[in-house]
């Protein structure tokens, strides 16, 4: 008989007056002969089950199976299945140590003779259910181990976020702006700072002074914030700086980039 848990989802949202967005990124990928045979079937039949669900296949992430094996190996242990020991990080925490940048993680566990009987319960489960079809994410890595005649596993989904650097995160920003017909300035130096306050305005040395500072915390370099958007439409604005530096509050293991842009007329 099988056991199942309900799945995990763990989604973060930032916004106003720091305010974000969301971008794919080019991840890590093995191919299907590098992974374990009992994982890659789990992974085409979910991805069997999402095409029929009109949702995207995922893709392989070996840090995601890093902390799915890590953690199937203490259930096989255990001789139990469970989302989070006693003294153990949740998903979200096992996926960051793993090196997986991620806004959303979940996981289905389960308990079970051979993968197809593990996926179809999980195709059987409401939660577990919900979890792999889930049209937002689009990474997983999925583990298998064998203890006591049966197969524990554990399958991490996570909605992928790129690690870019500060220069391609800034360009993503300023081809929006530039699409909104705002010329943007080569120095970010000024929005770097910005970006870095607190609050309030930052201040040029020389030349002319912005007129308005938006600053922003998302997984999205997609699109810009609505109060941005709305800015620029007032069609006052015919220039912008902008600027990316190191989140200063966000909390737990979940990936973001922190976002200024400077206005001027």
Not at 159 to 169: G, I, N
Not at 227 to 247: D, I, M, W
Request: include cysteine.
């Amino acid at each position: 008989m099988n056991v199942l848990r309900q799945g995990l989802v763990l989604s973060l949202a930032l916004v106003a007056p720091v305010v974000f967005a969301q971008a794919p990124r080019s991840s890590r990928v093995e191919s299907s002969h590098a992974i374990q045979a009992e994982a890659w079937q789990l992974v085409l039949l979910a991805n069997q089950a999402r095409a029929q669900a009109g949702a995207a296949p995922l893709r392989w992430d070996a840090a995601l199976a890093t902390a799915a094996r890590q953690h199937c190996q203490r259930m096989a242990a255990d001789r139990s299945i469970s989302h989070q020991y006693v003294g153990e990080p949740d998903v979200s925490e096992r996926a960051k140590q793993a090196g997986a940048h991620f806004s959303l993680v979940e996981e289905n566990v389960a308990v079970g003779p051979n993968p197809a009987t593990i996926h179809n319960a999980w195709m059987h489960s409401p939660h577990h259910r919900t979890n792999l079809l889930n049209p937002a994410v689009d990474r997983v890595g999925i583990a298998v181990v064998a203890s006591g005649g049966s197969l524990y596993a554990v399958a991490d989904y996570e909605r992928a976020v790129p690690v870019l650097t500060q220069e391609q995160e800034e360009g993503a920003i300023a081809a929006l702006l530039q699409s909104s017909g705002v010329g943007v300035l080569r120095d970010a130096a000024l929005a770097r700072t910005a970006c870095a306050m607190d609050g309030g305005m930052p201040h040029a040395a020389s030349g002319p002074q912005p007129r308005f500072v938006m600053r922003w915390l998302n997984a999205d370099l997609n699109q810009l914030p609505q109060a941005l958007v709305e800015r620029l439409a007032t069609g006052k604005y015919h220039q912008a700086a902008v600027g990316s530096c190191s989140p200063q509050s966000q909390e737990g293991a979940f990936t973001a980039y922190r976002m200024a842009v400077l206005l001027y007329y």
